[in-house]
């Protein structure tokens, strides 16, 4: 019975994931990357600083919003070696880019 269930929770996450893709229309599609764009992974597995430059953590995940949109950072703060570690979500306007 336990297997039967898992099994068609994976159905049921994948018959909802197949719902949410839809193939883009042709003026959807950009011709260049636009200026000043930034990827995830420039910001993933950052190091986070206060602002006495003190590292408090590292950036563990990136939260969207439906429309595309950034939230938060979840930023693993704490803990020795990843030992004690805690998550905690920082709102994105709250953070900045430094060289």
């Known amino acids: 019975m336990k297997k039967f269930l ?10 909802s994931s197949a719902a949410i893709v839809q ?8 011709s260049s990357v ?3 764009s930034l990827t995830v992974t ?4 950052q190091t986070v600083y ?3 430059n003190n590292s408090i953590g590292e950036v563990m995940d990136v ?6 949109t950034i939230n938060a950072l979840i930023v693993g703060v ?19 880019q430094t060289v």
């Open 42 to 45: 420039d910001w993933y597995k």
């Open 34 to 36: 636009p200026s000043g």
């Open 78 to 96: 704490g803990g020795f070696l990843g030992a004690g570690e805690k998550d905690v979500a920082v709102a994105f306007n709250a953070v900045k």
């Open 63 to 68: 939260l969207v919003s439906r429309d595309g």
């Open 6 to 15: 898992i099994a068609a929770g994976v159905g049921a996450l994948i018959a």
């Open 50 to 52: 206060d602002p006495n």
């Open 23 to 30: 193939p883009l229309a042709d003026s959807a599609l950009l």
